[in-house]
């Protein structure tokens, strides 16, 4: 090993690592949740003659961790043989391209461990482990904006339908209980794949400078149908334009009180229109996934019974996915200086305020939305008698609110690195706090009353936060201009 792939090793247990890379400390806090739940599976899972069996909880939170782990690894990765100075310097993009390969092996050993330990095979194991690795390691999604490739459609279409079959239990145990020679077929493919994605070479300065050189052209003579069509282009153009706008138009549609935010509106915050069309969706793409899964398994269509087995997360797959996107606008601050100056908002404190009033409608509007879908779909799939569904949508609506305002204890309690924290609060409240929450709100037994405390207390919880936040956000640092678009 020569001593500049030492260098790069040693920059993985540094703060280098860890600055600006938020998914590390999520990957931390799911491995935490995931060994809890390998602690308390009292009853080895082990295979026997039939398929392995896999803890639901343990698998999705398992996971969660691979996912977040692998691809904080690729940040730093990307992130350094990206960097201006990685072609200037001899060898680094090497060193650090040998230096992943350890870091990798590391990790897929250490986080094989929790299934290996309740009797998962460990082959299979790494089976899975490395189809995780080919697809959080791409570079197109990791890494600063600016240096990253064109995204790759089918590679991003890809990677979230196997993200979201795989956090089903069904489709881990199909891999954990394959025969050896797939368990084999799927390390090799899957490592050959990563080793592709992971090796980078920079163009050189003739290539990079022939690849911009403007064409000379020698004042073509214009042809008599050349505005024709060009005019046609143009109104295809415009009239494609129109389409899409009017699509987006229909989707981020929100009621009067929410047309004119402080805050742009996104898809990450959805209005009822964009809510259904996105929920209909992905229950629809849940309900294939677990049709095909029961399939792949048996060999035949499963029943009704399995079918409503294998949807029993569906309510809380839809919960997280609509509440992660609450505080996003949190982190995009690039906008909020030049909204402070030009929208006659006043001082910066007003302008909190304002943000935080539009951050309180929309997050009320979504809990309502979230409550009216999940919670009877949950009580419906659990089996659970109707009585139990008002206490269970009072529950749920209080969670969504106090998880919404979760990772304004970042503002409070932080001054430097900010950005980190609230990514780790909201990722703490969206997956474990929801995930947690439906476990008791929808188990066969009656959840106790410290429970039902402990989720109405979120709504005085928020009530603070909107108090105190606004105060503390207006001292916080705010971006002088806009980052450089990608």
């Given at each position: 090993m020569s001593r500049k792939t030492l260098h790069a090793l040693r920059l993985y247990a540094s703060p280098v690592f860890t600055r600006e890379n938020p998914t590390f400390f999520t990957g931390l806090l799911f491995v935490g949740v995931c060994i809890l739940t390998t602690y308390f599976e009292h009853t080895p899972a082990a295979q026997h003659a039939g398929p392995f069996k896999l803890p639901p909880q343990l698998g999705v939170w398992w996971w969660l961790?691979?996912?977040?782990?692998?691809?904080?690894?690729?940040?730093?990765?990307?992130?350094?043989?990206?960097?201006?100075?990685?072609?200037?310097?001899?060898?680094?993009?090497?060193?650090?391209?040998?230096?992943?390969?350890?870091?990798?092996?590391?990790?897929?050993?250490?986080l094989a461990l929790p299934l290996v330990l309740i009797g998962a095979p460990p082959l299979n194991v790494l089976a899975q482990e490395s189809l995780c690795a080919a697809l959080?390691?791409?570079?197109?999604?990791?890494?600063?904006?600016?240096?990253?490739?064109?995204?790759?459609?089918?590679?991003?279409?890809?990677?979230?339908f196997i993200f979201a079959a795989?956090?089903?239990?069904?489709?881990?145990?199909?891999?954990?209980?394959?025969?050896?020679?797939?368990?084999?077929?799927?390390?090799?493919?899957?490592?050959?794949?990563?080793?592709?994605?992971?090796?980078?070479?920079?163009?050189?300065?003739?290539?990079?400078?022939?690849?911009?050189?403007?064409?000379?052209?020698?004042?073509?003579?214009?042809?008599?149908?050349?505005?024709?069509?060009?005019?046609?282009?143009?109104?295809?153009?415009?009239?494609?334009?129109?389409?899409?706008?009017?699509?987006?138009?229909?989707?981020?549609?929100?009621?009067?009180?929410?047309?004119q935010p402080a805050m742009p509106n996104t898809m990450a915050t959805p209005g009822p229109v964009g809510f259904a069309l996105s929920a209909a969706v992905l229950l629809i793409g849940f309900i294939i996934l677990t049709v095909f899964m029961g399939i792949f398994t048996q060999g035949a269509l499963p029943t009704w019974p399995h079918s409503k087995m294998g949807l029993h997360s569906a309510p809380v797959m839809l919960c997280m996915v609509f509440s992660s996107g609450l505080s996003t606008w949190l982190l995009a601050r690039a906008d909020w200086p030049f909204m402070l100056n030009l929208a006659g908002y006043g001082t910066r404190y007003n302008f909190a305020v304002a943000l935080y009033a539009t951050h309180a409608k929309r997050t009320v509007q979504l809990a309502c939305m979230v409550t009216l879908t999940c919670a009877p779909l949950g009580v419906f799939l659990s089996n659970l008698p109707w009585h139990r569904l008002p206490l269970t949508a009072?529950?749920?609506?209080?969670?969504?609110?106090?998880?919404?305002?979760?990772?304004?204890?970042?503002?409070?309690?932080?001054?430097?690195?900010?950005?980190?924290?609230?990514?780790?609060?909201?990722?703490?409240?969206?997956?474990?706090?929801?995930?947690?929450?439906?476990?008791?709100?929808?188990?066969?037994?009656?959840?106790?009353?410290?429970?039902?405390?402990?989720?109405?207390?979120?709504?005085?919880?928020?009530?603070?936060?909107?108090?105190?936040?606004?105060?503390?956000?207006?001292?916080?640092?705010?971006?002088?201009?806009?980052?450089?678009?990608?």
């Open positions: 961790s691979l996912q977040a782990l692998l691809t904080s690894i690729a940040c730093h990765y990307w992130r350094q043989v990206r960097s201006p100075l990685a072609s200037m310097t001899a060898g680094m993009i090497d060193a650090e391209y040998h230096a992943v390969h350890y870091v990798l092996a590391g990790a897929l050993l250490l959080s390691v791409n570079g197109d999604m990791v890494g600063p904006k600016q240096l990253r490739k064109p995204m790759r459609l089918l590679r991003v279409l890809l990677m979230f795989f956090m089903f239990p069904g489709a881990q145990e199909a891999v954990l209980s394959a025969p050896w020679y797939v368990a084999l077929g799927l390390i090799g493919i899957s490592l050959a794949f990563t080793l592709i994605e992971l090796h980078h070479r920079p163009a050189t300065p003739a290539t990079a400078q022939s690849a911009y050189t403007p064409v000379k052209q020698d004042s073509p003579k214009i042809l008599p149908y050349a505005k024709r069509t060009n005019t046609s282009t143009s109104t295809s153009t415009s009239t494609s334009t129109s389409t899409s706008t009017r699509i987006s138009t229909l989707l981020l549609w929100q009621f009067s009180w929410l047309r009072l529950c749920l609506f209080s969670t969504v609110i106090g998880v919404s305002y979760l990772p304004s204890l970042g503002i409070l309690l932080f001054k430097k690195s900010q950005t980190i924290f609230i990514t780790v609060l909201n990722l703490l409240g969206s997956f474990v706090g929801l995930q947690s929450a439906f476990l008791i709100m929808l188990s066969k037994t009656q959840p106790p009353l410290w429970f039902y405390a402990l989720t109405l207390s979120a709504i005085p919880f928020a009530a603070c936060m909107a108090w105190a936040a606004p105060r503390a956000l207006a001292r916080a640092d705010w971006p002088i201009q806009p980052p450089a678009t990608p």
